[in-house]
């Protein structure tokens, strides 16, 4: 069975420090796990069976990194220093997102981003020898 890219890349633009997601093999489907609400009934569905393989985690998705690489890739100049002050100290992720309003950048953020997971999804279907379309 061949992954949907398209559907792969969403589920991993899902996953936070409480979300973990798995992809079923047989059925195509994903299902999701966090603290707070469980997508499946943990009773039915072992994890660990080989139908099931973990998404890519929110740490090894890194977010703040692609907000730092999208930030070096920026022409040298003010919009670059602004956006690199923005991910110093607390608050980074707010600070750079409230820049990329300020300086209109916002729909060259998230077309960075797209590209970013979409790279992410087929690293992670080559590492787990899926086929994708």
Known sequence: MEIK?????????LMDDETTGFYNRVTGEFNYINDYVD?????????DDDRYLRLPTAYEIDDYQI?????ERLPAGKDQRQLAESLRGRGAFHHFRETLIRLDL??????????????????WCHENGLTYK
């Open 5 to 13: 890219l398209a559907a792969l890349v969403e589920a991993i633009s």
């Open 39 to 47: 997508d499946v009934d943990a009773g039915m569905i072992d994890f």
């Open 67 to 71: 907000m730092q690489a999208y930030t």
């Open 106 to 123: 916002e729909q060259a953020w998230y077309a960075f981003q797209d590209q970013a997971y979409r790279q992410i999804a087929i690293d």
